[in-house]
T-cell receptor, first 115, second 112 residues
Framework: NAGVMQNPRHLVRRRGQEARLRCSPM?????VYWYRQLPEEGLKFMVYLQKENIIDESGMPKERFSAEFPKEGPSILRIQQVVRGDSAAYFC?????????????FGDGTRLSIL | DQQVKQNSPSLSVQEGRISILNCDYTNSMFDYFLWYKKYPAEGPTFLIS?????DKNEDGRFTVFLNKSAKHLSLHIVPSQPGDSAVYFCAATGGGSEKLVFGKGTKLTVNP
């Protein structure tokens, strides 16, 4: 998992607070994906971004969740007014370009706990 | 609606023997399939992939087989080693989308 950097590794928030999760893709990768894993479940797609553009946000909850990948700096997944059900592991992945034959490479995730 | 299914939550094999992990999918638009391995508290690590134009892909001890008519793929690990003990996820993508659709995973335990 070297290369895709996520921070923080663990984040604790109280209900109603905001959570910000950061992801720096592998060097040379311009495509970023966010996934969420609930306990005993597989990873579920949330959003796909390229620099300054959201390409596919079909997996994002309609409210409270947003994502960005600015021209400079890491991609940010932002959760406003967190609730207990937001507790999960959030994984970021990156790839050098889209298309077949380009596996996504994952970071080690951020474990979000809501008190 | 689960489009990618891994029906065995767990599998236990002896060191040196073959491990076979199975995966079924329902969406005929999927055309690229991947296997990831995951240790606790780490992210998934890419293992091997296969395009729908092939029926087999091999990389060292790992071979993936694809049966499109049955919408089934399998991952063979031979010989299995204790370090292979992890959760294995099958994932699929296609239909013009870049998102990966994951199964729930199979926990493989390789006993020394």
């Amino acid at each position: 998992n070297a290369g895709v950097m996520q921070n923080p590794r663990h984040l604790v928030r109280r209900r109603g607070q905001e959570a910000r999760l950061r992801c720096s893709p592998m060097k040379g990768h311009s495509h970023v994906y966010w996934y969420r894993q609930l306990p005993e479940e597989g990873l579920k797609f949330m959003v796909y971004l390229q620099k300054e553009n959201i390409i596919d946000e079909s997996g994002m909850p309609k409210e409270r969740f947003s994502a960005e990948f600015p021209k400079e700096g890491p991609s940010i997944l932002r959760i406003q007014q967190v609730v207990r059900g937001d507790s999960a592991a959030y994984f970021c992945a990156s790839s050098p370009q889209s298309g077949r034959g380009q596996p996504q490479h994952f970071g080690d995730g951020t474990r979000l706990s809501i008190l | 609606d689960q489009q990618v299914k891994q029906n065995s939550p767990s599998l236990s094999v002896q060191e040196g023997r073959i491990s076979i992990l199975n995966c079924d999918y329902t969406n005929s638009m999927f055309d690229y399939f991947l296997w990831y391995k995951k240790y606790p508290a780490e992210g998934p690590t890419f293992l091997i992939s296969i395009s729908s134009i092939k029926d087999k892909n091999e990389d060292g001890r790992f071979t993936v087989f694809l049966n499109k008519s049955a919408k089934h793929l399998s991952l063979h690990i031979v010989p299995s080693q204790p370090g292979d003990s992890a959760v294995y996820f099958c994932a699929a993508t296609g239909g013009g989308s870049e998102k990966l659709v994951f199964g729930k995973g199979t926990k493989l335990t390789v006993n020394p």
